[in-house]
């Protein structure tokens, strides 16, 4: 992503994505991250770096 703020936590949880998806294929993580944000309706994904498109770049797609 260019121009991101490396201290967002969304740049985080995408190199933990894709490191994941390198050692443990199939994994069901990506799902329960956006179960666990879907379950807090007052979590601010934007306010922790999340771009505002965020649920349809394919590196969120839930496959």
């Known amino acids: 992503m260019r121009n991101a703020d ?12 894709y490191l ?3 050692i443990a294929p199939g994994n069901e993580w990506r799902k329960r991250v956006i179960g666990l944000i879907d379950s807090y309706p007052l979590t601010d994904p934007a306010s922790m770096g999340f771009p505002a498109n965020w649920r349809t770049q394919p590196t969120w797609q839930v496959i």
């Open 20 to 22: 994941l998806s390198v």
């Open 6 to 17: 490396e201290r967002y936590l969304h740049n985080t949880l995408v190199m933990l994505d």
